[in-house]
Every structure is written in structure tokens, then in C-alpha cells.
């Protein structure tokens, strides 16, 4: 494994998956400003999903909503789905929960 930079205020750490067939994960450092950009990206897109959501579904209330993500090697968050890496572990995870009517 190469050596570690040291951290600054302006990179974080991500381990990235690495390529189809070999084992483990790659650590390396994104820049913390372009991750927030992919961050408020992927929430404004996951708003535009949750719009079109009903409050129902037959009987029951659609009350909330989890979604997993995980960062690529670029920065940017890939929504994790079924079929997707197996044994993927880490990430981010949102949890959108409707507000109470007043």
C-alpha cells in the first residue's frame, strides 16, 4: 500500500473499490468542496424522485424513505441497488422521513 499523505482540510479520505476481480479497496484523497457539490447533487436528484412518491400505498402511509450511496473514486454518489458489489459495507446513508401534516 502506498504511503498516506497527510490530511488536510481540504481532501478526505475515501477507500474506493477496486476494479472488477481484484480484492480490497484503494484509499485515496477527493478534494471535501467537490464532494459537497455531489452530496447537494444527489439530494436535489432524490428530491425529484421523493416528489412523485404517494403518501399512501393501499392500506399503509408511505412515511419514510432509506437510501445507501457510496462515493465513486471521482467523488460523485452511486445509489446502491440490488445485483450491485456484494458485500458492499460502507457509505452514506440518507433517511428522508415525511413531516407531519399541521
Avoid: C, H
Avoid at 472488477?20 to 484523497?29: E, I, K, M, P
Avoid at 432524490?46 to 462515493?71: D, H, R, W
Wanted: hydrophobic share 40%; net charge positive.
Amino acid at each position: 500500500m502506498p504511503k498516506k499523505k497527510p490530511q488536510s482540510k481540504s481532501t478526505i479520505w475515501v477507500a474506493t473499490a477496486e476494479p472488477v476481480g481484484l480484492r480490497g479497496s484503494r484509499l485515496q484523497q477527493l478534494n471535501v468542496d467537490q464532494v459537497a457539490v455531489n452530496v447537494n447533487l444527489f439530494l436535489g436528484q432524490m428530491g425529484n424522485v421523493l416528489k412523485s412518491t404517494p403518501e399512501k400505498l393501499g392500506k399503509f402511509q408511505f412515511v419514510e424513505f432509506e437510501v445507501y450511496a457510496e462515493i465513486s473514486g471521482e467523488g460523485q454518489l452511486v445509489l446502491l441497488g440490488t445485483g450491485g458489489k456484494a458485500g458492499a459495507t460502507g457509505g452514506l446513508k440518507f433517511v428522508f422521513r415525511r413531516v407531519a401534516a399541521q
